[in-house]
């Protein structure tokens, strides 16, 4: 049994890398119910993990945590983020893997990074979030001894779409089931990518808040 609230030994990063296009705004600092949704995500996941960063190419900065940029310059996509994390993971001393969460989905489980340990991965095996039958490339465990690998795939700008990539490697799923609400179940996962997904993320902050 996983303990629900359980700390890991795994480090986080967080990534909050990308253009925030559809939002109009950056989505770290975006308010969901007054709060930056940056601070939504640190909620879920500091109780998790050992250590924290957050990878941002938008000159955020943070008091408590350190903020790293992309060491690709174009925005690349995700992978950029996923490569400056397994990097951070490999200043943590022991660290095998890192867990990067996006900072657009603040309903994360409460035990993610132990549900997904619970898949007992070897040191090259990634392991990625799934609900609703829908794997979430960007949610996941990551080798850290993929960091080379990683950087390496993204010197050719043709290697940068993170589904092509993952078909190199050996992925394991985990699955995680709706969240319920007093108006019925959430997908933990819900991504806030517009100011409609912002409205009815109120919308279901105040249901699990009832
Ligand atoms: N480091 C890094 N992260 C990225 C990049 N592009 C997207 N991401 C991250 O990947 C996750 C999913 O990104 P999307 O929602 O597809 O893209 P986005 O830039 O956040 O939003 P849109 O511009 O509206 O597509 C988010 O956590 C983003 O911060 C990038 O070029 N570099």
């Given at each position: 049994?996983?303990?629900?609230?359980?700390r890991?030994?795994?480090?986080?990063?967080?990534?909050?890398?990308?253009?925030?296009?559809?939002?109009?705004?950056?989505?770290?600092?975006?308010?969901?119910?007054?709060?930056?949704?940056?601070?939504?995500?640190?909620?879920?996941?500091?109780?998790?993990?050992?250590?924290?960063a957050?990878?941002?190419?938008?000159?955020?900065t943070?008091?408590?945590?350190?903020?790293?940029?992309?060491?690709v310059?174009?925005?690349?996509?995700?992978?950029?983020?996923?490569?400056?994390?397994?990097?951070?993971?490999?200043?943590?001393?022991?660290?095998?893997?890192?867990?990067?969460?996006?900072?657009?989905?603040?309903?994360?489980?409460?035990?993610?990074?132990?549900?997904?340990?619970?898949?007992?991965?070897?040191?090259?095996?990634?392991?990625?979030?799934?609900?609703?039958?829908?794997?979430?490339?960007?949610?996941?465990?990551?080798?850290?001894?993929?960091?080379?690998?990683?950087?390496?795939?993204?010197?050719?700008?043709?290697n940068?779409?993170?589904?092509?990539?993952?078909?190199?490697?050996?992925?394991?799923?985990?699955?995680?089931?709706?969240?319920?609400?007093?108006?019925?179940?959430?997908?933990?996962?819900?991504?806030?990518?517009?100011?409609?997904?912002?409205?009815?993320?109120?919308?279901?902050?105040?249901?699990?808040?009832?």
């Open positions: 049994m996983v303990d629900p609230r359980c890991t030994h795994v480090p986080g990063v967080i990534l909050a890398g990308g253009l925030s296009r559809r939002m109009g705004q950056s989505k770290a600092a975006t308010l969901l119910a007054g709060k930056p949704m940056l601070d939504h995500i640190l909620a879920r996941l500091l109780p998790q993990v050992s250590a924290l957050i990878n941002s190419n938008a000159g955020l943070h008091r408590d945590f350190p903020t790293i940029a992309d060491a310059e174009d925005h690349p996509g995700p992978l950029a983020g996923i490569a400056r994390a397994t990097q951070f993971a490999r200043t943590v001393p022991d660290a095998r893997h890192v867990l990067t969460v996006p900072v657009d989905t603040p309903f994360l489980p409460h035990n993610l990074a132990a549900a997904l340990l619970g898949a007992q991965p070897g040191n090259d095996a990634v392991v990625l979030a799934c609900s609703n039958g829908r794997m979430h490339p960007v949610i996941g465990l990551w080798p850290v001894m993929l960091a080379e690998q990683i950087t390496h795939w993204l010197q050719n700008p043709q940068r779409k993170l589904m092509v990539f993952l078909q190199t490697l050996n992925v394991v799923s985990v699955d995680f089931a709706d969240v319920e609400t007093a108006i019925g179940p959430v997908d933990p996962f819900f991504n806030v990518n517009t100011p409609d997904d912002l409205a009815q993320a109120e919308h279901y902050l105040k249901a699990l808040q009832s």
